[in-house]
């Protein structure tokens, strides 16, 4: 299901997506990874549903948005992209606490990245 176009179409997506918390000078992972699932993507950026955003000293929303030198990398489909939280909520699950996150992109995907984001997207649904 195509949603209202903001920035960018968004597309309704359930896929499993893995996230770890980088250095963005370096790259060195500082913590995760954490499952989450995909809710919804687009080319520039997802909106992602997780059981969890904390771990040890690290929080998944906070530490990045605290310190610009730290991103998110998500990894799905083969494919890791580096995003930045921008928006963050908590939700009621019937069996525990879940939590949604809005991420942006921090690099425009290339071609064969849309394409791989393209595939996350069921062809059952109408586009």
Not at 33 to 58: H, M, Q, R, T, W
Not at 98 to 107: A, D, E, T
Request: a negative charge.
């Amino acid at each position: 299901m195509k949603h209202t176009k903001r920035v960018e179409e968004r597309y309704d997506c359930l896929q499993p997506v893995s996230l770890q918390l980088k250095e963005s000078i370096n790259g060195k992972k500082l913590a995760g990874p954490i499952e989450g699932v995909f809710c919804n993507i687009s080319a520039g950026g997802a909106a992602l549903l997780l059981d969890e955003v904390s771990l040890g000293k690290y929080h998944f929303v906070e530490s990045p948005l605290d310190n610009p030198n730290q991103v998110l990398e998500l990894e799905a489909n083969g494919m890791a992209i580096l995003s930045h939280p921008v928006w963050f909520h908590h939700t009621s699950g019937k069996t525990a606490k879940k939590y949604r996150m809005g991420v942006s992109f921090l690099h425009a995907p290339t071609a064969d990245e849309i394409h791989k984001i393209k595939d996350l997207i069921p062809t059952d649904i109408e586009h």
